[in-house]
């Protein structure tokens, strides 16, 4: 099947009650877990790239590794969506590639490090809207702003600067009609997100269940939710590796965020320790080995088991053959007669 929209896939996860992993994509191998996943756990996906992303796999090359994972997995619901768009041109760029998602993260001004104003945020927010409405795209954005910084993208801190404000977040989506709202309430990008293990002080999920409670049928999003698994940590440390103990979102952390609203769950670090834990492995054990695909293989299939893991985790296993696909066009035509609700 073509590439479907996020907003088919969100709507789908809230009937059913479960959340979607959106995963990062750079290369070919990274687009091949995630496919071998969701075809053996029977999931709907969401496949995520950022501009650093776009911009090492050339665009084009990325697009066209998304039109053989669709081929090679007609099955699988598949979506292509833009990770923290800077500006209305790159989601517009991306709009206009084919990805059938974006995000327009107005929460930092263009430079993607400085937070910006509400108004600026709901200038370039609707804007995008109304760019990728009239095609059947999806919008995502953001209020509040996420610590720490990764692909050169973020506000940097400890993520406890910027939470979001219940109130606003409300009156964000009166004022722009985005389909999905990723907030602010506690997390971090990278894999340095908690000093300990997270609890209330430190992880504000009573600030989501406050947000869902005002916005019982919008779509939120959940940034930074890679869990850094203890396990991940020690491969690489085993084999050579210096990274300092660090704790991530619990997954029964996530759940509870799936039970309030909660549709799409952004997962990045995790498979980036999995693949390079595996690759120090093989360089460690057989140092004599030089044919790459001696490391990628491991390093796939690594990552396809966490990725297998969080799609049983979040619920979205299973669900693959519940969604039709809805034409692009289709969608187009119900956000104009105003079927899709906001
Ligand atoms: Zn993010």
Redesign the pocket.
């Known amino acids: 099947m073509p590439l479907v929209s996020m907003r088919q896939l969100l709507d789908e996860a809230a009937k059913g009650g479960y959340g979607v992993g959106a995963f990062n994509v750079n290369n070919m191998e990274q687009i091949q877990s995630i496919m071998e996943a969701a075809r053996e756990t029977e999931s709907p996906v969401i496949v995520q790239a950022s501009r650093g992303a776009r911009s090492y796999s050339q665009d084009r090359f990325l697009w066209h590794l998304m039109v053989a994972a669709t081929e090679l997995y007609p099955e699988i619901p598949t979506v292509l969506h833009l990770?923290?768009g800077n500006s209305p041109a790159t989601c517009k760029s991306a709009i206009d590639l084919g990805f059938t998602s974006v995000?327009m993260?107005g929460s930092l001004m263009e430079d993607g490090k400085t937070p910006s104003s509400y108004e600026h945020n709901v200038k370039v927010t609707r804007e995008v809207v109304a760019a990728a409405h009239a095609k059947g795209v999806t919008v995502e954005a953001?209020i509040g702003c996420?610590g720490g910084i990764?692909d050169g993208?973020?506000a940097g801190g400890s993520g406890m600067e910027h939470l979001t404000d219940p109130a606003q977040a409300e009156q964000f989506v009166k004022d722009t009609n985005c389909d999905a709202l990723?907030i602010a309430i506690g997390t971090s990008?990278g894999a340095y997100k908690f000093t300990r293990k997270p609890d209330g002080e430190v992880l504000k999920m009573d600030v989501l269940i406050e947000i869902h409670k005002r916005l019982p049928t919008t779509h939120l999003v959940m940034?930074?939710s890679s869990s850094v698994p203890k396990e991940l940590q020690d491969i690489i440390n085993q084999y050579g590796g210096k990274l300092k103990q660090t704790w991530g979102v619990p997954v029964e952390e996530i759940q509870l965020g799936i039970k309030n609203g909660v549709r799409k769950i952004?997962v990045d670090t995790d498979n980036r320790l999995a693949i390079t834990g595996a690759i120090r492995k093989v360089f460690f054990e057989t140092p004599e080995k030089f044919d790459p695909r001696d490391y990628l293989k491991p390093a796939r299939e690594a990552m396809k088991k966490v990725v297998a893991e969080r799609m049983v985790q979040f619920g979205q296993a299973g669900r693959a053959k519940e969604i039709k696909p809805i034409p692009m066009a289709e969608m187009a035509e119900m956000y104009k007669k105003q079927l899709v609700n906001a």
């Open positions: 990770d923290h995000m993260d953001e996420l990764e993208h973020g990723a990008h940034h930074g952004n």
